[in-house]
């Protein structure tokens, strides 16, 4: 049965007279949902301002003299980049963004645990973007994104304590989602919904939330520790004051270790549940995957000393971190083959989506597999800081987390605004990220393990054909990020109607409308069923009910 | 677009053996990442809904055999590259003891290195192929990293520590050095050539005139013969007359009987701390000692320790000048500096092999410094490294400063100098005067000084008052 108009009631209409109270309205909510929309417009500026720093480093990369801006402007421009996108982006993006418009549809409860909270951390995202902001506009801040001592304590002449109060404040939002994810998946879950069928991509939260609460005090605390070295002198990191550079390195990389699992968990759950419904089966080997998230959080913590294999560190330490690095990247690999697997019998289809989630594992498989080559000590003593860490990491979080959050945006885009957004432009921004980052990054993978180091202004001649490929590449990157930008405002105006379940998906947040209501449920669902519940036939049915002509 | 390189060349010894394990790490990653997306893409094709034809009944959603084993094969491929680059790093981080010893500082933004013979250099460094080389290594500012690509070697350089790596290079030519470690404005153009050549070319490179070390650390151009110091030093010898102008021997005496410990046999071992630890006495305890005594008391001297900190009066370099020097004084150099007086005498014959080429070096060293054929030596070479070093270890230098401002006079330029006694008379400072001074020294007071000085008759034999002799007959005429 077709839908031809938007539903009434839904989250976003109210009543407000004036727009004054409009704004109001929104700037004041605890609805989750609107929360959402806030983060996805807060977060989506600071990608772009992100994006443009890397448009800069890239487009200075082009020669390999310093000809577009002096070393003190590009030393900047790769800091802001890194900062902006690490704190202000990759780590609150998935679970912010949809997590926090998710959790509580897809557990059948009327919002989170914490309304107020969960405000309150939006609040404390944008207090510490303003810091960060400020810090760019006062003339930025040159230590890169590491902060490492004692340059940034004792020696920059840059913005560091705004932009390490920025960070600090974000680091506090982020606690405050995360505890507030915890407990509603703990103590909200409609009647009936055992662990067990829970959407994998709760699993997934949960053990990104369960990582988030452990390791974010740890970076609060080491920043406030660098704060006070640098304002008041005291002796913690530089050892012209008595301190230890290298505490600082461990301090950092204790929270900054798990903070990559903190942006990649939420993106695994998205990609479990994108293979599913574009496969129309349960995901294969769902105990595993569910498991595989939460030996991966827990092993996420032992491994940071694979950071500081030169540091002077010692050598036994290397050894055993090494060691655990090369155990964390089994349960990843695991899911991969159960993602793979649960193709196999399926009824596929490519919508957009589905080439995001696909894209996704080509692009993870590669740089998880070189992060193995990066945690074996004999070949990272010759390949860490240069540009072969740059690409491994790029692929894991652009290739990774970016793929499976325009993914997952792609999917619920018409149950977050009501409307599909035009399938031919999805796919075909889809397709231009896919070339555009694989032309970007794997120059570098090649780069990297012929010496050229990270965060250079200049470099010898012999590296510049590379780079002019790489920032080829970024250009065309750039364009499929811009595109979706274009064509989903456009959506709003003139996109199809979804209706409540455009991809016929189980799960509950497809049994209320599109938008759905403030109050999600009109009655608390009760779970009987398994998560993934297809029937048996039906990806026979859906290819049975293929013709010609229908969606790809 | 003729070569197309995927790999920097290889110069040294792990160079090879790491491109292999790179080499393998690829072929599995390609088997994983090629097989893997290749099997994606076909089931993707196969199993597309507009496909009627393939058989979708009986959906398996799980299979425990499955899940062992895609989680036990990559386990054991994963544990078999850990082993391999285990065991590969471990040689790494092992130097053999027949390494030659280069002393690097890095600070914002340029590379200073001092070879063992004390030529030194500026974002460039020399080294001979065929023999290993160990770096020692700090910064004096923040964190930077040492890094050449054609050896795969990198090692981060610490303000406050000793980090050290070595290598052996294998080709001759000119590599890339950069620093790896953000470091500031300058960290992209802080770097420059490591030139590898034949250890000849090394030798001859290393008593080629370039920049000189003074005994107080300071560079200077080679202008002709300073009085009591020896030209282009090896770092171990500006350490020992380091250590006698500061007035370290007065305290460190070589016999014990000082106020500190005697630094023979020190370097290497594991020395009793006053709270009860243990500590190794490498070179960073030894900078630490030096900069700033009171952090580790040896046990029975303190705490609190009597030994004033030399933080702030000694450049790196002379730090790293007294440390080798001190190594030389131990048996576990683990460098060329074998044997205590090896490196200590410029010319002196050596008797280990490992050191020959640097002392060889040395033994011309001093005389290519200066600008004319070196003059026939006006004192026995072999004798007077020994007699400093005893003049350093039993305290004469605390008395007979060079400077002059000591109980005693200074010895410099004494020998064959006619000198008022206190009797009134005169006398010309002769082998035999300086052998009786030394045996009874009350016997001829010069004048202007008290009778203070103790009779070394009974503590010295006749071929230690030799050496001694020819040390002050080196002091200049």
């Given at each position: 049965m077709a839908t031809t108009a938007l539903p009434q009631n839904t989250y976003l209409h109210d009543t407000s007279p004036t727009v004054w109270d409009w704004i109001r309205s929104w700037l004041f909510t605890v609805d989750h949902k609107r929360i959402a929309i806030l983060y996805l417009l807060s977060i989506n500026f600071f990608f772009l301002l992100g994006g443009l720093a890397a448009g800069a480093v890239r487009l200075e990369l082009v020669t390999p003299q310093g000809d577009l801006m002096s070393s003190d402007m590009y030393n900047r421009a790769f800091t802001l980049h890194g900062v902006i996108m690490v704190f202000f982006f990759l780590i609150p993006v998935i679970p912010s963004v949809l997590g926090n418009f998710l959790v509580p549809l897809m557990i059948g409860a009327r919002d989170l645990a914490f309304p107020r909270v969960n405000l309150l951390s939006w609040y404390l995202y944008m207090g510490g973007g303003i810091f960060a902001l400020s810090a760019a506009v006062l003339g930025g801040v040159d230590t890169g994104w590491t902060f490492y001592t004692p340059f940034s304590s004792s020696y920059s002449n840059s913005n560091v304590i705004l932009t390490i109060a920025g960070a600090f404040i974000m680091g506090f939002s982020s606690i405050a989602t995360g505890v507030n994810f915890i407990v509603t998946i703990h103590k909200m879950r409609a009647p009936g919904l055992t662990w067990f069928r829970l959407p994998l991509f709760i699993w997934a939260m949960y053990a990104t939330s369960l990582v988030i609460v452990l390791a974010t005090p740890v970076i609060g605390i080491t920043l406030l520790l660098l704060m006070v070295e640098r304002i008041w002198?005291?002796?913690?990191?530089?050892p012209a004051l008595g301190g230890d550079p290298v505490l600082f390195q461990h301090l950092f990389w204790f929270y900054s270790h798990p903070a990559v699992y903190i942006m990649i968990l939420p993106a695994f759950g998205v990609i479990s549940e994108l293979i599913a419904t574009f496969s129309r089966k349960r995901v294969f080997g769902y105990e595993f995957i569910a498991f595989s998230s939460l030996a991966i959080a827990i092993l996420g913590f032992l491994v940071w000393g694979h950071h500081m294999f030169v540091s002077s560190q010692s050598v036994y330490s290397s050894l055993v971190f090494s060691f655990i690095s090369m155990l964390v990247a089994i349960p990843s690999a695991i899911k991969v083959f159960n993602w793979t697997a649960t193709l196999y019998k399926g009824s596929i289809s490519y919508r957009t989506p589905m080439l995001y989630a696909l894209g996704f594992i080509g692009l993870f498989v590669i740089g998880g597999l070189t992060g193995i080559f990066l945690g074996i000590v004999a070949v990272d003593i010759h390949v860490t800081d240069t540009y072969f860490v740059v690409a491994h990491f790029h692929y894991v979080m652009v290739g990774g987390t970016i793929m499976a959050y325009l993914g997952g945006l792609h999917y619920w885009w018409p149950k977050i605004t009501g409307r599909m957004y035009n399938e031919v432009w999805g796919s075909i921004s889809a397709m231009v990220v896919f070339v555009g980052f694989n032309l970007t990054f794997f120059p570098q993978f090649v780069l990297g393990y012929l010496g050229m180091p990270r965060r250079y202004h200049v470099y010898p001649e012999e590296f510049q054909i590379l780079n002019v490929l790489s920032t080829a590449g970024s250009s065309i990157l750039a364009l499929g990020f811009l595109l979706p930008i274009v064509y989903f405002m456009l959506s709003l105006v003139n996109g199809k109607v979804a209706g409540d379940n455009p991809w016929d998906?189980?799960?509950?947040?497809?049994?209320?409308?599109?938008?759905?209501?403030?109050?999600?449920?009109h009655e608390i669902p009760i779970v009987t069923t398994e998560a993934y519940a297809y029937p048996p036939e039906a990806a026979e049915r859906d290819a049975a009910a293929w013709r010609p002509g229908s969606p790809l | 677009m003729q070569d197309f390189p995927l790999?920097?060349?290889?110069?040294?010894?792990f160079a090879g053996p790491i491109d292999t394990l790179y080499g393998v790490l690829i072929a599995l990653s390609l088997i994983f990442g090629g097989v893997l997306p290749f099997i994606i893409l076909f089931l993707m094709v196969r199993y597309h809904r507009s496909n009627q034809k393939v058989d979708r009944t009986?959906?398996?959603?799980?299979?425990l055999a499955l899940e062992l084993g895609w989680t036990i094969i990559p386990l054991v491929l994963v544990m078999g590259v850990f082993f391999w680059g285990a065991f590969l790093y471990i040689e790494m981080r092992t130097p053999p003891p027949t390494s030659l010893e280069v002393y690097v500082i890095g600070k914002q933004w340029m590379w200073h290195a001092q070879h063992p013979n004390g030529k030194r250099e500026n974002n460039e460094l020399h080294v001979p192929i065929g023999r290993p080389v160990r770096m020692i290594m700090t910064s004096q500012d923040v964190i930077h990293s040492f890094y050449i690509p054609a050896f795969r070697v990198k090692q981060d350089v610490v303000p406050g520590r000793y980090t050290t790596m070595w290598f052996e290079a294998t080709r001759e030519g000119e590599y890339h050095l950069f620093c790896a470690e953000y470091c500031g404005t300058e960290h992209s153009r802080m770097g420059g050539r490591v030139v590898a050549m034949s250890i000849a070319d090394y030798e001859r490179w290393l008593v080629t005139p370039g920049e000189v070390i003074l005994p107080d650390g300071s560079a200077g151009a080679a202008a002709g013969p300073i009085p009591g110091a020896a030209q282009g030093d090896p770092m171990a010898l500006a350490g020992g007359q380091l250590f006698a102008n500061l007035g370290c021997a007065g305290c460190h005496r070589s016999d014990g009987a000082g106020t500190g410990p005697s630094l023979q046999g020190l370097f290497g071992n594991q020395g009793q701390m006053a709270d009860g630890s243990t500590i190794t006495a490498d070179e960073g305890y030894l900078a630490e000692s030096i900069l700033n005594p009171q952090a580790k008391v040896a046990a029975g001297y303190g705490p609190p320790s009597v030994m004033p900190a030399y933080a702030g009066q000694l450049s790196d370099d002379q730090v790293n000048q007294l440390i080798a020097y001190i190594k030389s004084l131990s048996d576990n150099t683990g460098a060329d500096g074998g044997q205590p007086n090896a490196t200590a005498a410029p010319g002196a014959p050596t008797t280990t092999a490992a050191s020959t080429p640097v002392s060889t070096a040395a033994a011309t060293g001093g005389a290519a410094a200066t600008p004319e054929p070196a003059a026939a030596?006006?004192?026995?070479a072999a004798l007077a490294a020994p007699g400093e070093q005893i003049f350093a270890s039993i305290g004469c230098v605390g008395c007979h400063r060079t400077d002059g401002v000591g109980p005693g006079p200074s010895l410099?330029?004494?020998?064959?100098a006619e000198k008022p006694l206190a009797d009134g008379t005169t006398i010309t400072a002769d082998e035999a005067y300086l052998i009786e001074s030394i045996i009874n020294a009350q016997a001829k007071v010069v004048q202007g000084y008290q009778p203070i000085m103790p009779a070394y008759g009974s503590q010295l034999n006749q071929s230690q008052v030799a050496q001694l002799v020819e040390y002050i007959k080196s002091l200049g005429k």
């Open positions: 002198g005291v002796g913690i990191f530089d998906s189980t799960g509950l947040e497809w049994t209320i409308s599109s938008p759905p209501p403030t109050h999600n449920f | 790999f920097p060349e290889q110069a040294s010894t009986n959906q398996i959603h799980s299979n030596p006006i004192f026995d410099v330029g004494i020998y064959n």
